[in-house]
């Protein structure tokens, strides 16, 4: 599949099966995040996966949708505001930016191997750094359940603004 293809299937999963990510798989989705670029190459990322019971139950509580539940495994992409690139002029962080790369990097080499992923970040930020372990200076930007899609589950269809509305030739 080519990029655009790989682009336009992408979609969020909400229904897992319980059957495990391959390690395999797994590494190459992580992979494909470490080689995102980053400000500077400073690489402020962190990548969690959490995979044990007790850690699923403590993540999955820090998040009200009961559909996480059925994931089998959770990424999880933090790092630390002091690891990013700041500009100068402005004072401006890249933290989010770069994390922003990384994630979306996993997600699509994700879609590649064939597991179901879902972009959160409306999850209780509290909750989720001590479900975690996380230390006070770690941010936690998103995570992704990954898992294969349920038997019979049907992304919702994607709708897009025709690419005019978006777009400003200069």
Partial sequence: MDFHELAAARSSTRSFRPDPVSEESLRRILEAGRLAPSAKNLQPWRFAVVQSPDALLRVRACYSRDWLRTAPTILAVSGRRSDAWVRSSDGYNSLETDLTIAMDHMILAAEEEGVGTCWIAAFDLPCLK??????????????????????????????RRPLEASLTWL
Avoid: Q, R, S, W
Avoid at 130 to 159: N, Q, R
């Fill in 130 to 159: 001590t479900a975690l372990g996380l230390a006070g200076e770690d941010e936690i930007f998103a995570i992704t359940p990954l898992g294969y899609a349920a038997e019979g589950y049907a992304p919702v269809p994607k709708t």
